[in-house]
């Protein structure tokens, strides 16, 4: 098993096996994602209050699971590279950035849709969803220090600092923007509990959940492939893939 | 050749920050006018009816004293950063998150000492009650030390790029936000006339986590920014 992981850390062994790797990732997330659009769309009963608008909860819920996840494994992975100065484990902080970006900005589209029938705004500035557009800013930020530094090595080593500060920060941002919300004008949107959830609802919701992370690892999977391959484009292995493929 | 000890080094460090800016005082004169004007900018863009400006004045003067520190942060790096005597500070034998925490001490004097002179006057203009006005100067007090500290992990991670002024403000702002809520809810809480107990501690409690933690980051990323 570590020497698994030990082969893993490396950077050609690695890209042959998520290439391997991707198909089946990217069918599984096909067949989950179906059948839980199909049972969300379709099967689950229409919300007595909401009616058929909540359905959008499907993309929503989990989207705003993966954006604090992704953050979550980006500072991890970063961290790992920081502390065992493991060039694959900075690669996949900085691929995941991108997604987890991605997601964050879809919860908040998603959010929005569904706010303008339920609670006849666009936006309010309610505690969730300030913090999720924090979240969004400081994925923004990682991004745009990744993009400014030259060398790609530093960039990476760089962006987990601020990864690694910023997680940190999250549970303090989300506690002052709550405590900020609910001082400042008291619950003007009233939300429905989440534990007393129909099992037909929960369970294309937990289906979509798992797609969604299948999703987040085809992506980020292929996102390090070809980061990998820019990084090491020098080396022998790289320039070997090129020239039998062309 | 004697090497001095770590609090020699810490006061060393210090004084020389400190004379240096001292010998450009011009420099030091500028976020405290940006911070004036910002404010000063507010009545005339939201109309100056005193009731309005009561309401949104703690607000006004957080949202401007933010925008100044980050301001000056550029200032805390760049000329050590030009003449090489970063690098030399990095080559120094003493911890440098020790070093870093003299480094940001020196530049709170600098820029965030002076904004707490000019507070009272801002929250006369703005027509704030006289316990609002003494809550402003503790949670400025309390509140840009956080501020220095915070923007000083973003200065070490942006100070070997060119263009890093932009990107400095999109690292550093999200994490200002909660000294900028817990701030400025003061200011407004005690302007009503209630206890603000709560949110000083909470200042507090945010003051003594950056100190804790923010000058290892600092020297972290100043050792892979200069690497």
């Not at chain 1, 299948?214 to 996102?223: G, I, K, P, S």
């Amino acid at each position: 098993m570590l020497k698994f992981f030990h082969r893993m850390a490396s950077p050609k062994y690695f890209y042959q096996f998520a290439g391997k790797l991707i198909p089946w990732l990217g069918v599984a997330c096909l067949g989950f994602m179906l059948a839980g659009l199909y049972d969300g769309l379709l099967v689950a009963p229409t919300d007595y209050q909401q009616g058929d608008s909540y359905r959008i909860m499907f993309v929503h819920v989990p989207a705003a699971w993966m954006s604090l996840f992704i953050y979550m494994v980006m500072a991890t992975a970063g961290a790992i590279g920081l502390i065992w100065h493991i060039k694959l484990a900075e690669v996949m902080a900085i691929s995941s950035a991108h997604v987890g970006a991605s997601f964050t900005f879809l919860a908040l589209v998603t959010g929005s849709i569904w706010g303008k029938p339920m609670w006849g705004a666009w936006w309010v500035w309610d505690a969730r969803l300030t913090s999720e557009l924090i979240l969004l800013f400081l994925y923004l930020g990682v991004i745009a220090l990744y993009n400014a530094v030259e060398d790609k090595r530093t960039a990476a080593r760089a962006t987990s600092i601020l990864a690694l500060v910023g997680v940190v920060n999250i549970p303090i941002i989300h506690y002052s923007v709550e405590w900020w919300n609910t001082l400042h004008q008291g619950p003007t949107v009233t939300k429905f509990d989440a534990p007393s959830i129909d099992l037909r609802m929960l369970i294309p919701l937990l289906l979509m959940a798992v797609a969604f992370k299948l999703f987040y690892a085809v992506v980020v999977l292929m996102r390090a492939r070809c980061e990998i391959l820019q990084r090491e484009r020098n080396s022998g292995w790289v320039k070997e893939l090129v020239r039998a493929s062309s | 050749m004697t090497t001095a000890n770590l609090s020699q080094a810490f006061m060393i460090l210090l004084r020389r920050d400190l004379t240096l800016a001292y010998r450009r005082r011009s420099e030091m004169i500028n976020p405290l006018l940006f911070f004036v004007l910002v404010t000063a900018l507010f009545p005339l863009g939201i109309g100056a009816d005193p009731t309005l400006l009561r309401e949104v004045g703690p607000g006004i003067i957080w949202v401007a004293a933010l925008l100044a520190a980050l301001l000056s942060l550029d200032m805390i790096f760049r000329s050590d950063f030009d003449d090489g005597s970063l690098e030399q500070l990095l080559l120094s034998p003493h911890p440098l998150s020790i070093l870093m925490i003299a480094k940001v001490f020196a530049h709170w004097l600098i820029t965030g000492l002076p904004l707490l002179v000019v507070a009272p006057l801002l929250g006369v203009l703005l027509d704030l009650p006289g316990a609002a006005i003494r809550t402003l100067l503790v949670t400025l007090a309390l509140g840009t030390p956080v501020l220095s500290l915070i923007g000083t992990i973003g200065v070490a991670l942006t100070v070997g790029l060119r263009k890093g002024g932009m990107i400095l403000s999109l690292l550093v702002l999200p994490l200002y936000i909660p000294v900028l809520i817990f701030a400025a809810n003061a200011v407004a809480t005690s302007g009503a006339g209630l206890p603000v107990e709560a949110h000083l501690s909470l200042l507090t409690a945010l003051l003594v986590l950056a100190v804790s933690l923010s000058p290892a980051a600092t020297a972290a990323a100043l050792r892979i920014s200069l690497s």
